[in-house]
């Protein structure tokens, strides 16, 4: 929780910061620890439904929206998020990132990818673990199939780095084309 607004507190100083999280209690606590004493840096909470993380929330439908206005926005850092959350969820949030990059803007993410596996797998048998806990612990994607995913929200693959982060995640670098 707060990893990354912290991090960059330290290196950059205050920036305009916007944080989402389904989990509201890590939003509670960037708020409570990070925004109270750093103004620039906004935290809210995403009321959208995930098994993983936000059981009680809203099912994500395609006309969902963050709450940021149209090309307002940077950089965009999701660490995780696309390895806990179903493909239907992974393709709106890039289509919304789309929408709230400024062109030439920049996103990175992790996922779990492999070649010539299916398309998508929730919690794969015989894949990195044992045993599963709990729900979309791993979202599998198939490498062209969120390539494709990528290209269909008009966002560009600027770098693709195999299985160097956390468990064995892929690095994804995209950014928007300029106008």
Same mark, same amino acid.
């Given at each position: ?10 290196? $950059?100083?205050?920036? +305009? ?20 004493? @750093?103004?620039?840096? /906004? %935290?809210? /909470?995403?009321?959208? $439904? +995930? ?11 395609? +006309?969902?929206?963050? @709450? ?26 890039? /289509? &919304?990132? @789309?929408?709230?990059? $400024? ?7 992790? $996922?779990?990818? &492999? ?21 979309? @612990? ?8 969120? %390539? ?23 690095? %994804? ?5 300029? +106008?």
């Amino acid at each position: 929780t707060g990893r990354f607004p912290i991090g960059l507190m330290r290196l $950059a100083g205050p920036v +305009n910061y916007t944080g989402l999280d389904v989990r509201l209690s890590s939003i509670q606590w960037c708020k409570r620890y990070i925004e109270r004493r @750093n103004p620039d840096y /906004h %935290f809210e /909470h995403i009321d959208v $439904a +995930n098994a993983r993380s936000n059981k009680t929330g809203k099912q994500i439908e395609e +006309n969902f929206r963050f @709450n940021v206005d149209d090309e307002s926005i940077d950089i965009i850092c999701l660490f995780g998020v696309f390895t806990n959350v179903e493909a239907d969820v992974v393709r709106i949030y890039l /289509h &919304e990132m @789309n929408r709230i990059l $400024a062109g030439g803007g920049k996103v990175y993410f992790t $996922a779990f990818v &492999e070649e010539n596996v299916p398309d998508v797998a929730i919690n794969p048998e015989g894949y990195l673990f044992d045993e599963f806990i709990g729900p979309l @612990n791993v979202v599998r994607f198939e490498k062209n199939y969120i %390539f494709s995913l990528i290209s269909d929200a008009g966002l560009i693959l600027d770098e693709f780095i195999y299985g160097t982060e956390f468990d064995g995640q892929s690095e %994804f670098y995209l950014s928007k084309p300029t +106008n």
